[in-house]
């Protein structure tokens, strides 16, 4: 795919930049224009329309050039040159808000200091799944979504949602959409689809009805009462925190999720294992009814 006087390795690191952010640009959103180039890198028109020549140079294949949407959409045989596509690698860089991934000293240590993360299962969807996903958000469009809920009373496989966000709770991802069938907004587990389709349809919801994901609560927590004062006064101190509680404030629809995060007691009196469980809900009351599948 590569032209005969350069190949993928002769690409310096600021130019392979740019051309892993076309290439997950066009996979994931469906089309990379111009100006998409120009904005994240602060660069030119005229500069991003040579990285756009010169990749398709390099991936003669990938890429179509369509006027409707002034961009170049992927190609049936569109196949990565320059990034890792995987959901694995595409999703923290959403998360972090990062154009492509890597660096020139990818593989050494800038500060001198290794870091660890817990090698945890993957939960994560197929790529083209995602990709889907992740058009419907952007393009305000349906779904049509093959997806296996745990729920009992859920045997609906196939159904169509209105995505509008996706959320990583630290274990896993998910999706919040409305979900047609049962008329309210819901959380979907990435891993849980099993196909994804655009509709040609506009979503008729946004956020903006999704009551539970605009507005915000604050969470009291205080050292759980167990501990003894002396563990309750360092256990402030690890929060950084002098008042008497430590204030989060967080979207209602994602209050159960901080709540298994932090491992709070939310049980009414308090009985859970101080040692496990180091923090209670001060306003288990206001904050119950927005996340009663977190309460025990």
Known sequence: MATADKTPADIKWNTRQRFQYIELMAFYTGVVTRSDVARTFGISDAAA????????????????????VFGFVPAPSFDAVFTDLSPAAVLPLIADNLPSPGGPAEHTLVYGVGVETLPLPSRLPDKQ???????????????????HSLS??????QRI????????????????AYNEQSFDFRDFVLSRFVSASVLEDEAESSKLYDDDWMETVTLK???????????????M????????????????????????????????????????????????????????????
């Open 49 to 68: 329309t040579k990285d756009l020549k010169l990749y398709g140079q390099m991936a003669p294949d990938n890429l179509i050039y369509r006027h409707n």
């Open 129 to 147: 799944v995602l990709a889907q996903i992740i058009q419907a958000i952007r393009n305000h469009k349906k779904l049509l979504a093959g997806y």
């Open 152 to 157: 009992d009373d859920d045997d609906q496989q």
């Open 161 to 176: 949602i209105e995505p509008h966000s996706l959320v990583n709770n630290g274990l896993r991802w998910h999706v919040r």
């Open 221 to 235: 927590l205080a050292p759980h009462s167990g501990m003894s004062e002396r563990k309750q006064r360092n256990l």
């Open 237 to 296: 101190i690890d929060y950084g925190v002098s008042d008497a509680f430590i204030d989060v404030e967080v979207r209602r629809a994602l209050l159960g999720y901080v709540l298994q995060r932090l491992a709070v007691d939310t049980t009414a009196d308090h009985s859970l294992n101080p040692n496990a469980y180091q923090l209670i809900l001060v306003n288990r009351d206001e904050i119950e009814p927005y996340a009663g599948w977190a309460f025990l």
